[in-house]
């Protein structure tokens, strides 16, 4: 924490009636936070007076509006519908697999219950970048 110097107070002290907070924070190149704590104890001690009516112009966002002639209109598709999952309807690519029998391109999904450690996987077919056969990636994703 950097102490405040005299300089900065009154500098303080003279911009709060007619700059905001953020403002002075520029000023004085410290935190609008640090700006508010200073003043609340300026106040209590009676260095800034508490019923001080702040009068200053809000500077708003300069707000540019897009060129009509660079706005480019995209079709949207509705996406497709998606089947409901059933879990217990196993996909018919299936076929269980052990850890070891896993390699790159086959489904990683544990079979089993959830408080029983998976000794089985799926194995099915997936899809490039994916560890899951597409039953499973529905289930893991929706």
Same mark, same amino acid.
């Given at each position: 924490? +950097?102490? &405040? ?10 911009? &709060? !009636?007619?700059?905001? @907070?953020?403002? +002075? #924070? =520029? %000023? ?5 936070? #640090?700006?508010? *704590? =200073?003043?609340? %104890?300026? $106040?209590s001690d009676g260095a800034l007076p508490a019923?001080?009516?702040? /009068? ?8 540019? $509006?897009?060129?009509?002639? =660079? +706005?480019?209109?995209?079709? +949207? #598709?509705? @996406? =497709? ?10 996909? #018919?690519?299936? %076929? /269980? ?6 390699? *790159? ?6 079979? *089993? ?14 899809? !490039? ?5 597409? /039953? /499973? &990636? ?5």
């Open positions: 924490m +950097i102490p &405040w110097t005299t300089q900065e107070i009154r500098l303080l002290v003279g911009l &709060w !009636p007619n700059a905001s @907070a953020a403002q +002075i #924070s =520029k %000023r004085l190149n410290r935190s609008r936070g #640090s700006v508010c *704590g =200073k003043a609340m %104890r300026l $106040r019923n001080v009516e702040k /009068h200053f112009e809000v500077n708003p966002a300069v707000q540019m $509006r897009p060129d009509p002639a =660079k +706005i480019t209109v995209t079709s +949207i #598709s509705p @996406a =497709k519908p998606m089947l409901p999952i059933d879990a217990t309807v196993p996909p #018919s690519e299936m %076929r /269980h697999c052990s850890l070891i029998e896993l390699d *790159g391109g086959q489904c990683r999904w544990p079979l *089993g219950t959830v408080a029983e450690v998976a000794t089985m996987f799926c194995g099915g077919a997936v899809d !490039p970048g994916r560890v899951y056969c597409r /039953h /499973h &990636w529905r289930m893991a994703c929706g």
